[in-house]
T-cell receptor
Framework: AQKITQTQPGMFVQEKEAVTLDCTYD???????LFWYKQPSSGEMIFLIY??????QNATEGRYSLNFQKARKSANLVISASQLGDSAMYFC?????????????FGTGTSLTVIP | AAGVIQSPRHLIKEKRETATLKCYPI?????VYWYQQGPGQDPQFLIS?????QSDKGSIPDRFSAQQFSDYHSELNMSSLELGDSALYFC???????WGQGVSPLHFGNGTRLTVT
């Protein structure tokens, strides 16, 4: 089974509007971390935001917030006030905290295009 | 702040040649990962090291090997290169936290773009 599922291959948003990128995950581990990364066309992977499974509040980092619904196993990324520079691939990832290995699991990504 | 350093940024090799990619993790990070990302693909985990010991192995071909040295830098050695090895190779590092103390994010280098002709 897929550990991370991103069901939106591509999304479009008008500049200055908010957009939600979906991510669902699958784990039986009580301790895990969820991450979002941005990959612009230049290729680098930029860490955006992190949510721990024990965190009581949704994570926020500037214009990024994570809508964490533990019971639904979803960790959607919300980008407010979209900017042209937000156009990129966005990857959701997870690491299980008690995993004896060190793997991070990535989703297949969502390509976001911000329209002027 | 110091980031993950990868070299070279670009590499062009011919089929059946060898290549060595280098990675310098963020200081004090004890875990290093290698990922391969093909065009339009998500990153595929190859291998990881914790405190210089191999800790996990993913879809790394037998033609590839990696190690982490005493100064924590890591090298990915690729032999008998094939056209399909053309990809962006990322190194990433993180801090391994004891279980129950949270999970540290992966910090990626800028990647090495390998082209095999």
């Amino acid at each position: 089974a897929q550990k991370i599922t991103q069901t939106q291959p591509g999304m479009f948003v008008q500049e200055k509007e908010a957009v939600t990128l979906d991510c669902t995950y699958d784990t039986s581990d009580p301790s895990y971390g969820l991450f979002w990364y941005k990959q612009p066309s230049s290729g680098e992977m930029i860490f955006l935001i992190y949510q721990g499974s024990y965190d009581q509040q949704n994570a926020t980092e500037g214009r990024y917030s994570l809508n964490f619904q533990k019971a639904r196993k979803s960790a959607n990324l919300v980008i407010s006030a979209s900017q042209l520079g937000d156009s990129a691939m966005y990857f959701c990832a997870m690491r299980e905290g008690s995993d004896t290995g060190n793997q991070f699991y990535f989703g297949t990504g969502t390509s976001l295009t911000v329209i002027p | 702040a110091a980031g993950v350093i990868q070299s070279p940024r670009h590499l062009i090799k011919e089929k059946r040649e060898t290549a060595t990619l280098k990675c310098y993790p963020i200081p004090r990070h004890d875990t290093v990962y290698w990922y391969q990302q093909g065009p339009g693909q998500d990153p595929q985990f190859l291998i990881s090291f914790y405190e210089k010991m191999q800790s996990d192995k993913g879809s790394i071909p037998d033609r590839f090997s990696a190690q982490q040295f005493s100064d924590y830098h890591s090298e990915l050695n690729m032999s008998s290169l094939e056209l399909g090895d053309s990809a962006l190779y990322f190194c990433a590092s993180s801090l391994g936290l004891p279980w129950g103390q949270g999970v540290s994010p992966l910090h990626f280098g800028n990647g090495t773009r390998l082209t095999v002709t």
